[in-house]
């Protein structure tokens, strides 16, 4: 029987080695209990009050959503590198009817996605591994393909459904520094924040409308950030003016609420916003660290999350998105994560 060259013996027991080694953590990783430890419960406001808002939890990687890569790619892992799923500076969050959340996030210069329902993971990237700067929202049209928006390359990005390339998406707008991100049924609407000015366009990127300019009047803006769309209205975080304003589908002012302050109520950098299945208004605060709830109206209801570390706190926290089951996920920018709570309303 002829030898082995003593290199390739080598190799060839250290390959045996890697893989026993890889069966046998496969093994005791997917028999293994969660390494998550089940929060204790945490409602606001406070007992003995109705609790209305419940922390559920958090997450920073692939692993907290329980997704485990296959052995052959765990494999290839040990060779080529492991990719790293850690969230650096997540600013938005946006989920799919199939549990697929993707997370823009500047820091790793690209978009999260995390299938929980296939186990995969990847970073949405633009074609042959070009990075996304600045992804700062997200949005998901009809057919659930994705949008984002790139503020430093001042485009938007297309990701068909399952796939995970960024294509630039042609429209007729001409941005300089495209941020929150609302869609409607047939047509969607970007903020441009520098430009102080909010488009309006169909999802082929035709150019249905556009208004806005700088002012502090109504209808006027100061570097406006984010935007949600509620009962065919926009509720647009007029970050510099301290203001939520109301506006119809067509940019037509219907009213605002929110000055610039110190207390609970009023703002100091409004930027996520999004409603809930009772139509209240949430704000996240940025420099408060906070989320804070309105009423339809404008009128303050109560505030959950203050600046920290621990579960339910903040540190810069961004954007904001609350799926049909009344779960909200909130970027906790510079705690590196993405925190759950969910709306409890007339349940309790």
């Known amino acids: 029987m002829k030898k082995l060259p003593i290199n390739n013996y080598i190799y060839r027991n250290r390959l045996l080695w890697l893989l026993s080694l890889l069966l046998v953590s496969s093994c005791s990783l997917l028999n293994s209990p969660s390494q998550i430890k089940s929060p204790d419960p945490i409602y606001w406001p406070a007992k003995p009050n109705k609790p209305v808002i419940q922390y559920l939890g958090e997450f920073r990687n692939s692993g907290d959503l329980k997704i485990t890569q296959s052995l052959w790619r765990r494999f290839v892992e040990l060779f080529a590198?492991?990719?790293?799923?850690?969230?650096?500076?997540?600013?938005?969050?946006?989920?799919?009817?199939?549990?697929?959340?993707?997370?823009?996030?500047?820091?790793?210069?690209?978009?999260?996605?995390?299938?929980?329902?296939?186990?995969?993971?990847?970073?949405?990237?633009?074609?042959d591994d070009r990075p996304l700067p600045s992804p700062v929202a997200l949005l998901l049209d009809n057919q659930s393909n994705l949008?984002?928006?790139?503020?430093?390359?001042?485009?938007?990005?297309?990701?068909?459904?399952?796939?995970?390339?960024?294509?630039?998406?042609?429209?007729?707008?001409?941005f300089k520094q495209p941020t929150g991100l609302a869609a409607g049924n047939n047509n969607f609407y970007v903020v441009d924040t520098t430009e102080h000015k909010i488009f309006?366009?169909?999802?082929?990127?035709?150019?249905?409308?556009?208004?806005?300019?700088?002012?502090?009047?109504?209808?006027?803006?100061?570097?406006?950030?984010?935007?949600?769309?509620?009962?065919n209205q926009l509720l647009v975080a007029d970050s510099l003016n301290f203001r939520i304003q109301r506006l119809d589908s067509h940019g037509k002012f219907i009213n605002k609420f929110g000055k610039q302050g110190d207390a609970t109520g009023y703002h100091s950098r409004p930027k996520g916003i999004a409603t809930d299945k009772d139509q209240n208004i949430y704000v996240?605060?940025?420099?408060?660290?906070?989320?804070?709830?309105?009423?339809?109206?404008?009128?303050?209801?109560?505030?959950?999350?203050?600046?920290?570390?621990?579960?339910?706190?903040?540190?810069?926290?961004?954007?904001?998105?609350?799926?049909?089951?009344?779960t909200i996920y909130i970027a906790d920018s510079y705690n590196q994560r993405i925190q759950m709570f969910r709306f409890l309303g007339a349940e309790q």
């Open 81 to 127: 590198g492991e990719k790293d799923t850690h969230l650096v500076k997540p600013m938005a969050v946006v989920t799919d009817s199939q549990g697929v959340i993707y997370v823009a996030d500047p820091g790793a210069r690209g978009v999260h996605r995390f299938d929980q329902l296939n186990q995969s993971y990847a970073l949405i990237l633009q074609k």
């Open 147 to 174: 949008i984002i928006s790139d503020s430093k390359l001042a485009a938007l990005y297309k990701v068909n459904k399952g796939e995970t390339v960024a294509k630039k998406f042609i429209t007729e707008a001409q």
């Open 200 to 231: 309006n366009l169909n999802f082929n990127g035709q150019l249905i409308n556009q208004f806005g300019h700088r002012g502090i009047a109504d209808g006027e803006f100061n570097y406006p950030t984010m935007l949600t769309l509620s009962n």
């Open 284 to 326: 996240v605060d940025g420099l408060f660290h906070t989320v804070q709830i309105f009423d339809n109206a404008g009128n303050f209801l109560m505030n959950f999350g203050e600046q920290g570390q621990a579960a339910g706190q903040f540190w810069l926290p961004t954007g904001i998105s609350i799926d049909p089951q009344q």
